[in-house]
């Protein structure tokens, strides 16, 4: 059971990486800063969220660290973003808002599985899950010197958290990891773009 747990969380990680380290560049990019800038911010957009899990955790030292698969993903991924940044520039903006659901919805089914393998109670798993997608971004947006978009977006961060919760719900009723993570990941997914098109919000004061 553990090493199945263990091969979704790999998978969703190692994937989740891949898109949100182009993202960071992109970011970067658009924020003018040089070649160096733009693998610190692909580096923190990808990983950050996974080491502030890892940490809470106890699981050190953090697999960005421990498992070369890692950053050497996040840097190709970057590097070959900034290479070809028209190219990557040039991908419709709905196609990125998809990509990036996608990348949420790795992350949270990673971060709730690996807080479940550490025997974290459900809730704070959920939370774990939810710090894990949206963790690289507060810090991209942080280290760029602006309001973190999760905190004034439409529905993200709780999106994170619902697709969390359906891993837990899924696990209850006895799915295997890997279906609970696919049924978790989806909804999280599907509630995101939802939020997108139809302009979701939590409500404000």
């Given amino acids: 059971m553990k090493l199945k747990t263990e091969a979704v969380v790999l998978a969703a990680d190692l994937i989740g990486t891949s898109v949100f380290a182009v993202e960071g560049a992109l970011s970067a990019i658009h924020g003018n800063l040089d070649l160096l800038g733009v693998m610190v911010i692909a580096f923190i957009a990808a990983l950050g969220g996974g080491v502030i899990r890892d940490m809470l955790i106890g699981a050190t030292p953090p697999n960005a660290i421990r498992d070369w698969r890692y950053p050497a993903l996040t840097f190709l991924a970057g590097l070959l973003t900034f290479i070809f940044h028209s190219s990557f520039q040039a991908i419709p903006t709905q196609l990125m808002l998809v990509l990036d659901a996608a990348g949420l919805s790795l992350f949270a089914v990673a971060g709730v599985e ?49 697709g969390a919760f359906i891993v837990l719900l899924g696990r209850r009723f006895g799915l295997s990891e890997g279906s609970a993570g696919l049924l978790g990941g989806l909804v999280c997914f599907t509630v995101r773009l939802l939020s997108v098109a139809y302009g979701w919000h939590l409500p404000k004061a």
Avoid: C, E, H, S
């Fill in 114 to 162: 690996k807080a479940t393998m550490f025997g974290i109670r459900p809730f704070v798993a959920m939370l774990l899950g939810t710090v894990t997608g949206v963790g690289g971004g507060v810090i991209r947006d942080i280290l760029m010197t602006r309001v973190p978009a999760v905190l004034q977006t439409d529905i993200y961060a709780t999106a994170a958290f619902f």
